[in-house]
C-alpha cells in the first residue's frame, strides 16, 4: 500500500509541477508578484495532493511568532518538503537555495523570477558569494521579506544533524535582527532522495527568536542547540504518526 500511495504521489506531484510549469510560462513575463501568485498555486496543489493522495497533514506550531518582523528563519534541512513550504503560510518568503536548482529548466525560471537567493553548494564558498549573500539579505529587508534559510546547507536524515555552515551567522550579525529557529520532522514522511513517501502528519514548529547582540559563537551554539533539542523531540514524535501498512 506505501509503495501504490508512492507511486501515485510522485506521478501526481511531478504531473502538477509539470502542467503549472508550462501553462504558466507567459507569466514570466508579467511583474513579479504574479508570478508569486502562480507559486502559491502550486504549492497548494501540492499540499492538496499530499493530503489527498499521500494521506499527509501539516501542523504548524507558533506561527505567532512570525508577527515579528523583520526576522530570518533558520529551518532544519531533511527534505524537499521544508524548501517549498514557507510560500504556504509565509506572505511572501525570500529563500536561499542550492544555486544548481536554477539549472532546472522551466522550474528554476519561476524560482529565479521569485527573487530566490541562490547560494554555492561548495564547501569553499569565495567572498563573492558571501557578498552576493548579504545583498540579496539587504534586497529582501528593503521589500520586507522574511529570509528563509537552511543553515545545514544540505538534507541530514532525521536523528542525525548535519555541519552547520557560517552562512547564518553572517546574515545574524550583517542584519541585526532576530533570527528564528525552526524544527521540524518532514524527513520521516518526506526522506531525501527517496521515492517511498509515507501518511502521517509532519509537524513543524516555529522557536522563539535569537535576539540580536550576540557574538557569532554564542550566537551558533545556541541556534544549533534551540534546533537540535525540538527537531529530536518532533523526530520522536512523528514516529507515533507515521502510517506504513
Request: charged share 20%.
Amino acid at each position: 500500500m506505501v509503495w501504490v500511495r508512492s507511486l501515485a504521489f510522485n506521478i501526481a506531484f511531478y504531473g502538477w509541477t509539470i502542467l503549472c510549469s508550462l501553462i504558466f510560462l507567459p507569466v514570466l513575463i508579467l511583474p513579479r508578484e504574479f508570478v508569486l501568485k502562480i507559486a502559491k498555486i502550486w504549492i497548494g496543489g501540492v499540499i492538496w495532493i499530499c493530503e489527498n493522495i499521500l494521506q499527509l497533514s501539516i501542523k504548524i506550531i507558533g506561527q505567532e511568532k512570525l508577527l515579528q518582523t523583520p526576522v530570518i528563519l533558520a529551518v532544519k534541512h531533511q527534505s524537499a518538503w521544508e524548501t517549498i513550504i514557507f510560500h504556504y503560510f509565509l506572505a511572501d518568503p525570500s529563500i536561499v537555495l542550492k544555486r544548481e536548482l536554477l539549472w532546472i529548466p522551466f522550474f528554476g525560471w519561476y524560482l529565479k523570477k521569485l527573487g530566490t537567493v541562490p547560494l554555492s553548494r561548495s564547501k569553499k564558498r569565495s567572498l563573492q558569494d558571501l557578498k552576493h549573500l548579504l545583498n540579496a539579505a539587504d534586497q529582501a529587508m528593503l521589500r520586507k521579506q522574511t529570509l528563509v534559510i537552511f543553515p545545514e546547507g544540505t538534507r541530514s536524515k532525521p536523528g542525525q544533524k548535519g555541519t552547520y555552515k557560517s552562512g547564518v551567522a553572517s546574515l545574524y550579525m550583517h542584519l541585526n535582527i532576530p533570527v528564528i529557529p525552526v524544527a521540524h520532522n518532514a524527513g520521516l514522511f518526506w526522506p531525501r532522495r527517496g521515492f517511498i513517501k509515507y501518511s502521517g502528519q509532519i509537524i513543524l514548529e516555529i522557536l522563539d527568536p535569537i535576539q540580536p547582540g550576540l557574538s557569532r559563537h554564542e550566537f551558533m551554539r545556541i541556534l544549533e542547540d534551540k534546533i537540535e533539542s525540538k527537531t529530536k523531540e518532533l523526530v520522536c514524535e512523528g514516529l507515533s504518526y507515521v502510517s506504513t501498512p
